[in-house]
């Protein structure tokens, strides 16, 4: 398939994991990606063209707006106007609500969160203009309830009503807004949860597989597809949506 030949897709948050698997999918059909992270973003970028694909890293912190302000103008002015953006950037400082601390409160709300409304506000001025667009934002099952991630959970809660409420305010201007929201997905993130629980990756991993209908984890790029289904032309009638992506746990 190349459902993205002739558009310019950023991805936030994609040096690793999710990000970079969604960025080296757009890629693969046909995007020119802007690959975006507070570190490393060159790797993806790299191993993209080392593939026969487009792609640019830029530094940005999704929590900085005069920094999301500047990368989009220049990645705008190397790779053309964006129509594709997925707010993927995301942190984890899980503990219990009792002493959940104001600065872990913050970090995750200030980085899930305000970083996609910093990201998707300086977005849409490009969409709005070229009326196309297309914003998919990482929520995650932890939105309905999880213990011990009562600020990750609020963020994830957050950008599900900032997608529904962007759907209504940009769809006349022809832009999709969804969500999707992953169940256990196996990348630094859930390792590094492990880790706090005295597990190994594996072993975190097996735990979460028994009790999931499909028996195992998820991977990246199984993430990875289902946004780009939904800032591809196929999904042109899904807007408002957030689509769990977790293996069939309720
Ligand atoms: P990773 O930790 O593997 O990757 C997240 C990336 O985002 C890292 O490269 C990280 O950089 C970067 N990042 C963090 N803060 C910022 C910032 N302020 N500005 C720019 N980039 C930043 O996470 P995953 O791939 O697992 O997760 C990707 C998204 O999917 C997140 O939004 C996450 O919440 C969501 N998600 C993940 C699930 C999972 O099971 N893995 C489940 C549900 C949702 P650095 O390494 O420097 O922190």
Known sequence: MNRFTG???VVTGAAQ???AATARQLAAEGAAVAVLDR????KTAEQITAASGTALGYVCDV???ASVESVFDRLAADLGQPHIL???AGITRDDMFFRLSEDDWNAVLAVNLTGAYHCAQVAQKF????RYGK???LSSRSALGNRGQANYAAAKAGIQGLTATLAIELGPYNINVNAVAPGYIATAMTAATADRVGLTAEEHQRSVAERTPLGRVGQPEEVAAVIAFLASDEASYVSG???YVNGGAR
């Open 86 to 88: 997925i707010n993927n």
């Open 39 to 42: 570190n490393a973003p060159d």
């Open 127 to 130: 969409m709005v203009a070229q």
């Open 17 to 19: 994991g999710i990000g």
């Open 135 to 137: 914003i998919v934002s």
């Open 241 to 243: 949506q957030t689509l």
């Open 63 to 65: 929590t900085d707006r």
């Open 7 to 9: 558009k310019v897709a």
